[in-house]
């Protein structure tokens, strides 16, 4: 039987597999990379290592501006997540992580979470 890893010890291993996500979209007038893409290419490597993470939102804050995208409004969205991965072993590791956004839909929340 293999001794299980920690957390630490799982997340080196998957990070020398990881590969860089290529920017192929430029609906927005610029390239980039969604954040499906980033998750569907961390996915298998994730998996490989029985790597996951759990998050949990500690903080979200809405405020209207009116005055953005030239007087037409926007949402401003503040969150702060807490990201924690779990090892084989039982360890964790905790990352907080602070996200801003400005949108003139629905869509500020989860802009910010990424």
Do not use: C
């Amino acid at each position: 039987m293999s001794e299980k890893r920690s957390v630490q010890q799982q997340l080196l291993a998957a990070l020398k597999n990881v590969e860089p996500v290529p920017k192929h979209h430029n609906s927005q007038g610029y390239p980039y990379r969604s954040a499906d893409d980033i998750v569907n290419s961390l996915n298998p490597v994730l998996r490989a290592e029985n790597l996951f993470f759990t998050t949990e939102n500690l903080s979200v804050v809405e405020e209207y501006i009116p005055q953005a995208y030239g007087g037409k409004g926007a949402m401003s969205s503040t969150v702060i997540n807490k990201y924690t991965w779990h090892g084989e072993d039982g360890s964790t590791l905790v990352n907080v992580v602070p996200g801003s956004a400005l949108d003139n839909g629905d869509k500020g929340v989860a802009k910010a979470m990424t």
